[in-house]
């Protein structure tokens, strides 16, 4: 697996102290309140499971299964949600977390589907933040990286499905597509 990363663009000891912060930011804003957290499958699984173990409060956690990118390396325009059913979300207050911010379409779908669940008000949270024109108009309050305009893998971004466990983010040789 690691043979096919053509560069390393997050280490693994950045990205935890970083977490250390998102954590810290994410505690200041919902004080003495039950977080109700939804996690964006299957992308956002690595970089939630580091970030709520650092957050030592009292916490709900729902997943919620959506697709955009169906295999390939650029977003296919669509966001698909994959459940039967929603979680809970009517009167409380939410965070969602996500990998990357790309085209900006599937947080903006997440949010509305949120708010018209009932959710009071919708916070976002993603590792990475692709440096580049959305095309969905949303805001992510907690953003671990800016990073540049290109297609990365690991710490659960995935290249057809594989390279989520790579430890850290790094680009995909040209070879490996
Ligand atoms: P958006 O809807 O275009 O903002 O894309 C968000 C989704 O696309 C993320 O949840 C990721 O699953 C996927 N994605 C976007 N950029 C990348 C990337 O560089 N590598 C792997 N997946 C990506
Ligand atoms: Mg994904």
């Given at each position: 697996?690691?043979?096919?990363?053509?560069?390393?663009?997050?280490?693994?000891?950045?990205?935890?102290?970083?977490?250390?912060?998102?954590?810290?930011e994410i505690r200041a804003d919902f004080p003495d309140e039950v977080i109700l957290v939804v996690v964006l499958l299957k992308g956002a699984l690595v970089f939630a499971s580091d970030l709520l173990r650092r957050i030592p409060r009292m916490l709900e956690?729902?997943?919620?299964?959506?697709?955009?990118?169906?295999?390939?390396?650029?977003?296919?325009?669509?966001?698909?949600?994959?459940?039967?059913?929603?979680?809970?979300?009517?009167?409380?207050?939410?965070?969602?977390?996500?990998?990357?911010?790309?085209?900006?379409?599937?947080?903006?779908?997440?949010?509305?589907?949120?708010?018209?669940?009932?959710?009071?008000?919708?916070?976002?949270?993603?590792?990475?933040?692709?440096?580049?024109?959305?095309?969905?108009?949303?805001?992510?309050?907690?953003?671990?990286?800016?990073?540049?305009?290109?297609?990365?893998?690991?710490?659960?971004?995935?290249?057809?499905?594989?390279?989520?466990?790579?430890?850290?983010?790094?680009?995909?040789?040209?070879?490996?597509?």
């Open positions: 697996m690691e043979k096919d990363v053509e560069r390393v663009l997050v280490d693994e000891e950045v990205i935890g102290k970083r977490l250390d912060g998102m954590a810290r956690i729902e997943c919620l299964n959506v697709a955009s990118y169906h295999g390939g390396t650029s977003s296919s325009g669509q966001v698909d949600f994959l459940d039967h059913k929603l979680p809970e979300v009517a009167g409380r207050r939410v965070l969602v977390l996500d990998d990357i911010l790309d085209t900006g379409r599937t947080l903006r779908a997440v949010v509305d589907r949120l708010l018209e669940e009932g959710a009071t008000e919708v916070k976002t949270g993603v590792l990475l933040a692709k440096d580049r024109e959305r095309e969905a108009e949303v805001e992510a309050h907690y953003v671990g990286f800016e990073i540049g305009d290109e297609f990365v893998i690991g710490y659960g971004l995935d290249y057809r499905g594989r390279y989520r466990n790579l430890p850290y983010v790094g680009t995909l040789k040209d070879e490996a597509r």
